[in-house]
């Protein structure tokens, strides 16, 4: 089946192409030295023991042997795509950045998207927060966006990041579960640590669980400072926006997915890019003037707390695209470096406790995980702009820097290199008055701890919020001591009451009215207990719309997958008909027949199969469409798989269209009521399988959908 821009034949041309520049490539050892014997080492006879000399053995498995590098120890397993960023309208009055006052640049850009808890290896679809960290390769110097697709995080102090990560990662004992918080340890450090709340109750939501990386928001999360050429400074908290809107699968799903393509997020990227369907987000930006610091119920300094859209709208200022895959996973996806650190003049951090300490932990970790202080050297870590300094020597030094001086003020070297002026473009830190003491502790005005949560869940629909409430049960139903579960209810009901019940109800146990205090503090610390409790949940906003993914783009089925279930003997009418309007959309659509090879429609043509019908999963697919055809209807009726595939789509409430006997096929399933539902089409018009998949669930199927023993 030949699918517009189809990733085969880019694929095929690369190959071509490889093929022709390997004709001309001979093998031969790191030092040059041309190979002609890379099976066999060198030994004392046909028969006999392997030699110490052999050079080509030992230079061989030596690079073997090192070819890995410690992995991320969080966000490990993540995927890579190279873009650019293009300004709309520049916002010089808010910042001097060069990417954000000149609208004639094309700023290239490297992005990564991840898991944060699972290892390298583990599977796409865990319920976590995905990372989102973007590298602009800047006129003026790299400036890393380091965030994730949520826009708070768990904690407040840095202090606390290492007890966190120990929390969720595998339990040291016996390394279990992998890429998965629902276990002791994790509700044992968030019931006792009620700063955690928010950002777990976004994690509980379908936000931990997206349909594809080309489909969720980016936040960079902490309140940083945008300073415009006079010097002033703005706060600012930057957004991604996703073309495509945002959307997710239903945990059921993302089990299954694990199972089914443990690299479906990994593969979607790549196969979007591959296809020319290039991803695309906004950036936007929400800006709070110096003097409004305070103007706030919240700290903006606190990381655990967003600016609610409806109190500061975002600034849709520039767009990033995505058109080219890495040529190499290690050499670009596994070995980009990302640093907070790394800003750019018209940019500059706020005191934001967690900012402080993370600019501290990224180089560090960068000099165990790549080895030493060179790592900007690498190249995809190497800023576009030309560097002159006096660093020197060090583990994998790449450059050779010339001249007798590495030191500042010379003379020797001609003072090289020079100090750049203000009016060059230099750095200057935003000059910002402080007059305190030293102390260790947290600002009180970072206490409310519940009122966020509480705002998050009531601006949900109710579908989301019945998805929350699940996810709190599976995942304090994979707890082991009541006390920890009990723990969690208590704060569940600082949240909502409504919704404690609910998970109780699910856990078999009751609402506690009380637990025992104190919570946020280290137990049998003597540091003033009251100050660090969470203050009562305020209600300063009913609720945010732009928080719910009920209110997001709902106007495209670009790059949608839609299964075609079909057998020989299937309609070709049919089949063309959707076909052609479907494509023109930008959907894909993928035969699943079952065999592969070819499959035969009424027409007595033969068709390429994309997938035989064992070797795939209704979970990887948006929607499903049924050709009519009696031959071929009568074949699927009889595949246990095929009734399985349409009653999963149905209850994961996908789109569904039949066409004549396709009729007779949904009549075998479980699918019920689809008179009234309007995702299911027998015998509709494109346009109306268009609009259903564009909605991307309908998610009003969901008290039915849910009794489906699929
Ligand atoms: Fe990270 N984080 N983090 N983090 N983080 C890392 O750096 C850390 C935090 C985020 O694709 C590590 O190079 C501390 C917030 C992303 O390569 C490490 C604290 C946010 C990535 C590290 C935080 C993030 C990382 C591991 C608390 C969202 C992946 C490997 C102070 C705004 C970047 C590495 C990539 C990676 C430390 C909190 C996002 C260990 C100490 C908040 C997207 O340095």
């Not at 022709?20 to 190979?35: E, F, L, R, S, Y």
């Not at 110097?141 to 768990?154: A, E, R």
């Not at 304090?476 to 949240?495: D, F, N, P, S, V």
Request: aromatic letters at 10%.
């Amino acid at each position: 089946m030949a699918n517009k821009g189809a990733p085969k034949n880019k694929k095929k041309q690369q190959l071509e192409q490889f093929e022709k520049d390997a004709k001309h490539n001979v093998m031969t050892t790191n030092q040059g030295v041309k190979v002609n014997d890379t099976n066999n080492s060198l030994k004392a006879g046909e028969r006999g023991a392997t030699l110490l000399e052999d050079f080509l053995l030992r230079e061989k498995i030596t690079h073997f042997d090192h070819e890995r590098i410690p992995e991320r120890i969080v966000h490990a397993r993540g995927s890579g795509a190279h873009g650019y960023f293009e300004l709309y309208k520049s916002i010089k009055k808010y910042s001097k950045a060069g990417i954000f006052t000149d609208t004639k640049r094309k700023t290239p850009v490297f992005v990564r998207f991840s898991t944060v808890a699972g290892s390298k290896g583990s599977a796409d679809l865990a319920r976590d927060v995905r990372g989102f960290a973007v590298k602009f390769y800047t006129e003026e110097g790299t400036w890393d966006l380091v965030g994730n697709n949520m826009p708070i995080f768990f904690i407040q102090d840095a202090m606390k990041f290492p007890d966190l990560i120990h929390s969720v990662k595998p339990e040291p004992n016996n390394e279990i579960p992998q890429a998965a918080s629902a276990h002791d340890t994790f509700y044992d450090f968030v019931s006792r640590s009620t700063e955690t709340l928010h950002n777990h109750i976004w994690v509980m939501s379908d936000r931990a669980i997206p349909r594809s990386l080309r489909m969720m928001e980016g936040f960079g999360i902490h309140t940083f400072r945008l300073i415009n050429k006079e010097g002033e400074s703005f706060f600012v908290k930057f957004h991604w926006k996703p073309k495509l809107g945002v959307h997710s699968v239903t945990w059921d799903e993302a089990v299954k997915i694990n199972g089914a393509d443990p690299d479906f997020h990994r593969r979607d990227l790549w196969e979007a890019i591959e296809a020319g369907h290039y991803p695309e987000w906004e950036l936007g930006i929400q800006v709070v003037p110096q003097n409004d610091e305070h103007k706030f119920e919240f700290d903006l300094l606190d990381p655990t707390k967003l600016i609610p859209e409806e109190l500061v709208p975002v600034e849709v200022i520039g767009k990033m695209t995505l058109n080219r895959n890495p040529e190499n996973f290690f050499a670009e996806t596994e070995q980009v470096a990302f640093l907070p650190g790394h800003i750019i003049p018209g940019i500059d951090f706020t005191n934001d406790p967690l900012l402080q300490g993370r600019l501290f932990s990224y180089r560090d970790t960068q000099l165990s995980r790549l080895g030493g202080p060179n790592f900007h050297q690498i190249p995809i870590n190497r800023p576009i702009t030309e560097t002159h300094n006096n660093q020197r020597d060090g583990h994998m030094q790449m450059d050779i820097p010339k001249g007798q001086t590495a030191y500042f003020p010379n003379s020797l070297g001609d003072g090289c290199p020079h100090l750049a002026k203000m009016s060059e473009g230099a750095f200057h830190s935003f000059e910002e008055r402080i007059d305190a003491k030293k102390v260790r502790t947290r600002s009180e005005s970072f206490n409310d701890h519940y009122s966020q949560p509480a705002l998050f869940y009531r601006s949900l629909a109710d579908w989301e919020k019945q998805h929350i409430a699940e996810a709190y049960t599976f995942e304090l139903g994979k707890c082991t001591q009541q006390g920890i579960k009990e723990r969690m209810l208590y704060q569940i009901a600082q949240i909502d009451d409504d919704l404690a019940k609910k998970v109780a109800e699910g856990l078999g146990l009751k609402v506690p009215k009380n637990i025992e205090a104190p919570i946020n503090q280290a137990i049998g610390a003597d540091a003033d207990v009251n100050k660090h409790q969470p203050i009562k949940k305020k209600n300063y906003l009913e609720s945010d719309s732009a928080l719910s993914q009920s209110r997001t783009n709902f106007n495209s089925i670009a790059t949608r997958q839609i299964g075609v279930l079909v057998a020989d003997g299937f309609s070709m009418s049919d089949y063309k008909e959707m076909k052609t309007v479907l494509e023109k959309e930008g959907a894909i659509l993928k035969f699943i027949a079952p065999r592969g090879g070819t499959v035969k429609c009424d027409e007595n043509m033969e068709h390429e199969v994309d997938a035989s019908i064992v070797t795939t999963e209704s979970v990887l697919f948006d929607a499903v469409y049924i050709p009519g055809g009696k031959k071929s209807i009568d074949v699927l009726k009889n595949e246990s798989k095929y009734l399985k595939f349409i009653n999963e789509a149905f209850k994961h409430c996908k789109a569904i269209a039949a066409m004549a006997e396709g009729e007779n096929l949904i009549d075998e399933t479980f699918v019920v009521n689809y008179k009234d539902d309007k995702a299911i089409l027998i015998n509709e018009k494109p346009k109306k399988f268009v609009e259903a998949i564009a909605k991307h669930r309908n998610w009003d199927r969901m008290p039915v959908a849910s009794k489906v023993p699929a």
